[in-house]
């Protein structure tokens, strides 16, 4: 899901919303809208300052109460200046998590990067991790983090550009179970996800490799190194051929025979080179539609886990009409 913001922007959602995205801006949900959600709906949150600043961080909060938003998905950032690292802003994340708790939403630490997974890269991949997994301890029991949720899409490394692809899915493999080792030894109910594109399962042969003396294509072995993994079924229709719920198929069904939870995704910023898969720029009503499409059809699922949206300054604007740098 960064890969798009983020690759775009610097060199490289399902809101519980029904009748109340027809009224005008401003105008108080249904309350009758919460019945009719998944049981998750998440939301990816970039930028900096919304952690940062108090008005910032109530005002996303009042967002997800107004529009059933129960995960936030939140970039995190690091002191780089004293060794070890430590995360930065822990005071205001204290405060984001506690007030999210308060409002039942879960707070995941977010963090991604599409070369973060190779070797060479591992050892400060995880003392970053280390960071955030020491701040969710000094946390009192059941105040820190619900997660730890990782963006890093490896087919967007140079080395697999340059037809790679085999050795950097396996190096990411081997980063991704030493990420799943330290979360669940640090604390075993902290959720591990990871953020994979639809597109893994389609390669076949290309991207079927052996790990952990198995030999799977590579979203199934990341599927069994993640809690749940968040798909990017960036499309615009919610079923049919080539559909969101469609895309989703053969990870939702591996999903479901490992135990699994699989989140579909919806993407709502702007793209100038994929125009076609993103909301941006189409009514909450066309959103709307799709959204309960989707949930309509992966519902039957017991694997599925809800709705992920990409993000949270474009899906503010697609719902509520408003424009603010991010």
């Not at 949900?29 to 998944?38: E, F, I, K, L, N």
């Not at 697999?160 to 330290?182: H, N, P, S």
């Not at 199934?220 to 051929?241: A, K, W």
Request: charged share 25%.
């Amino acid at each position: 899901m960064r890969c798009i913001i983020k690759h775009v922007k610097r060199a490289c959602f399902l809101a519980a919303l029904t009748a109340s995205l027809t009224l005008p801006v401003h105008a108080e949900p249904d309350a009758s809208v919460a019945t009719q959600m998944p049981k998750d709906v998440g939301l990816w949150v970039w930028p900096r300052n919304v952690v940062q600043d108090e008005d910032e961080r109530n005002a996303l909060l009042e967002f997800c109460k107004r529009n059933g938003v129960t995960r936030l998905l939140v970039q995190v950032h690091f002191n780089k200046k004293v060794s070890p690292p430590e995360l930065a802003f822990p005071a205001e994340l204290q405060d984001l998590i506690k007030k999210a708790k308060a409002q039942g939403i879960a707070v995941e630490a977010l963090d991604g990067a599409p070369e973060m997974g190779l070797d060479v890269n591992r050892a400060q991949t995880l003392t970053y991790l280390d960071a955030v997994l020491a701040f969710h301890k000094q946390q009192p029991k059941g105040e820190g983090f619900a997660g730890i949720h990782y963006d890093i899409e490896p087919h967007l490394s140079q080395r697999w550009r340059d037809g790679e692809e085999k050795a950097v899915a396996l190096e990411t493999l081997g980063t991704m179970q030493e990420i799943q080792k330290r979360v669940k030894a640090a604390d075993p109910d902290l959720l591990v996800a990871h953020d994979i594109p639809m597109w893994f399962d389609a390669r076949g042969d290309s991207l079927t490799m052996e790990f952990n003396g198995a030999s799977k294509n590579l979203h199934q072995h990341i599927q069994d190194l993640s809690d749940y993994v968040g798909i990017m079924s960036y499309r615009t229709h919610g079923t049919g051929p080539n559909s969101v719920s469609a895309v989703c198929q053969t990870e939702l069904e591996y999903a479901q025979k490992t135990g699994k939870k699989l989140y579909a995704s919806l993407e709502t910023g702007q793209l100038k080179d994929e125009p076609t898969i993103t909301f941006y720029g189409k009514s909450p009503e066309e959103f709307t539609k799709v959204r309960d499409d989707v949930i309509t059809e992966m519902s039957a699922s017991p694997a599925f886990g809800g709705i992920l949206l990409h993000h949270y300054g474009a899906v503010r604007d697609l719902l509520e009409g408003t424009k603010k740098e991010d």
